[in-house]
């Protein structure tokens, strides 16, 4: 067989299995592609001797058993923020240069235990806070889609930059990706791929480096809704090492793919529609609804009457969890320590890696977060922020308990926009960004970005379906509808 | 309420991040930018709303109070910028 890379979970899985490649191949295509794609900035720390030494196991499992897990020989990247024994896990920050954590997180533990091959470790925005993946200590991860022949080169979108890139790229046949705010789900957007966010406490987030607390949740990102299927499944399920974890059944998702929608109701929220949003995004979503209908779906009209709210209160909560989480970075216990002067103390210790280790954006929301959490501001700030979340939160149990099965959404308010474009806006509007999927993590929802189209000047487009909690299965399978209807099956033309 | 340098400094302070003098004018600045956006917050009537604990109503899950794991003195300081004799080594604390 040729080009393995380009191979999806689902394809690469069934060759295995019928003889017609081996992980060792797979592996190899994948690791000579990311030789090769060193352009896209997408892969940060390369582990082929971990990947060549699983895939020796994983062949040895599939010919010995005929019960090997569904992941079993695959070749993923997992993106920097998880911690990966042994290898360097950064998340993208320089405070963590020379990290070697001592344990595995649960996610990646899981992929292992199920056969899957690490290719190595992926770029994404600083601890993922940006929607850009420019903040990332190792430089901006490159999106492999270009406008037309412009050689301008564009975001990938973040903070799942790095593992979006290499995916739509074909350097791996999936990888792991997180959301706070949407960070799996803009930039599987940007790049032409699918990317789910499971509910909150679907998957365990030990040992995943924490940004807020609270929102953060780990998915897959891939070439596919059935793929995404196949590694949610393979990286749920409850974890005694976090308390939030869920102690539910995991459903065969891939089971669940029936794609029937008939007699579903899609609610299609008034508030989703911005001012001065494109006018491509608007057909986009049309064409979404049309063919929601077309495949038997019954089209409501909802409102979600605090939307508008969902951005200001994730810019409170988030940075506020965020200020407490990277207390932890103090130059004591791992990762960098400023050189100090003679007669510095322990103060200036820290005041000095901090300000060292942290890039400017992690600062900012650092700061943002302890005013909003100081002597005074606590009230008026944090508390009013968690208490429109509740509001949020009601806004989707509201229109669920009405019949809604799930929402339609864009999945980001524009293409992915050129690196360094954004430079001299003020951050909030680089926050503009995650205006569509923020809402699904302040009320702890199953998103899923599905590409259906593309922009005049041919970059991937996408749209968001939103579930109820714990109903992943009907989620993925509402969107494996979308993508039959949809058809999208668009590559971007090979520059790196 | 408008942040000046004062304020800018003090919160530097209480995150442990220096920041140089002349840089808290322009940090000020995009304080202000972003809490200006989150002074939207205020229209929404929060009357008798209860602030949220936690996104998925859960109890959370007790456990044979017993010691799970330990003796790991070499992994704990494996990371460490500066360990010496078994310990953590920071700056002098205590004069």
Not at chain 1, 219 to 243: F, N, Q, W, Y
Request: hydrophobic share 40%; proline share 5%.
């Amino acid at each position: 067989m040729s080009d393995l890379n380009k191979l999806g979970l689902a394809e690469a899985r069934d060759a295995l299995r019928k003889g017609e490649t081996t992980s060792k191949e797979l592996t190899e295509a994948c690791l000579a592609a990311i030789e090769g794609a060193g352009a896209l900035n997408a892969f940060v720390h390369h582990t082929p001797e971990i990947a060549l030494s699983q895939a020796a196991k994983a062949d040895a499992r599939l010919k010995s058993s005929e019960e090997a897990p569904a992941m079993c020989g695959l070749p993923i990247g997992i993106k920097d923020l998880f911690c990966t024994k042994g290898v360097p896990s950064q998340a993208g920050s320089r405070i963590l240069e020379g990290f070697l954590p001592e344990y595995e997180s649960t996610v990646s533990q899981q992929l292992f235990d199920n056969g899957a091959v690490m290719l190595g470790k992926l770029n994404m925005d600083e601890f993922a806070m940006g929607s850009s993946n420019e903040t990332s200590i190792y430089g901006n991860a490159v999106n492999p889609w270009r406008r037309g022949n412009d050689a301008a080169e564009l975001t990938p979108g973040g903070s799942s930059g790095g593992s979006a890139s290499a995916v739509a790229a074909d350097l791996c046949l999936a990888a792991t990706g997180t959301d706070t705010g949407g960070s799996i789900r803009q930039p599987a957007a940007f790049t032409g791929i699918t990317g789910i966010k499971p509910t909150y406490g679907r998957c365990s987030r030990w040992g995943i480096v924490a940004f807020a607390s609270s929102l953060d949740q780990a998915g897959p990102m891939t070439k596919s809704v059935r793929d995404a299927a196949i590694m949610l499944e393979a990286i749920c399920g409850h974890d005694p090492k976090d308390s939030t974890s869920a102690d539910l059944a995991v459903p065969n998702f891939e089971a669940a793919l029936t794609g029937d929608v008939r007699g579903k109701k899609i609610g299609i929220p008034k508030e989703y529609r911005m001012d001065g949003m494109p006018d491509e995004i608007e057909a986009l979503w049309q064409d979404g609804i049309a063919m929601m209908k077309d495949a038997g779906a019954e089209i409501v009209d909802i409102s979600l009457p605090h939307t508008k709210y969902a951005l200001p209160a994730y810019y409170v909560i988030a940075p506020a969890e965020a200020s407490s989480n990277l207390a932890r970075y103090d130059g004591v216990r791992y990762g960098h320590r400023a050189k100090l002067e003679q007669g510095d103390g322990i103060t200036e210790m820290y005041e000095k890696t901090r300000a060292e280790g942290f890039g400017p954006e992690v600062q900012r929301r650092v700061m943002i977060g302890t005013y909003v959490l100081s002597a005074g501001f606590y009230d008026a700030y944090y508390n009013r922020a968690r208490r429109v979340r509740t509001l949020i939160k009601k806004d989707f149990e509201d229109v669920f308990a009405r019949g809604i099965d799930s929402i339609l959404t864009p999945a980001t308010p524009s293409a992915a926009f050129g690196l360094g474009e954004m430079a001299d806006a003020d951050p909030v509007q680089m926050y503009l960004n995650d205006v569509f999927t923020v809402t699904v993590n302040l009320a702890g929802l199953p998103g899923i970005a599905v590409p259906t189209g593309q922009d005049r000047q041919g970059l991937p487009l996408g749209l968001q379906l939103i579930g109820r909690p714990w109903e992943e299965a009907d989620l993925l399978s509402s969107a494996y509808a979308l993508e039959q209807a949809a058809g999208f099956v668009a590559k971007a033309d090979k520059w790196w | 309420m408008a942040i000046d340098e004062n304020t800018a400094a003090r919160v530097a302070k209480l995150a442990r991040i220096k920041v140089a003098p002349e840089s808290l004018g322009a940090l000020a600045g995009e304080f202000n930018g972003i809490l200006g956006f989150i002074e939207q917050l205020n229209e929404v009537d929060i009357e008798g709303v209860e602030p949220m604990t936690s996104v998925t109503p859960q109890v959370l899950k007790r456990r044979v109070d017993e010691v799970t794991d330990g003796d790991q003195q070499g992994a704990v300081l494996k990371n460490a910028p500066d360990a010496r004799e078994g310990f953590f080594a920071v700056p002098k604390v205590v004069e």
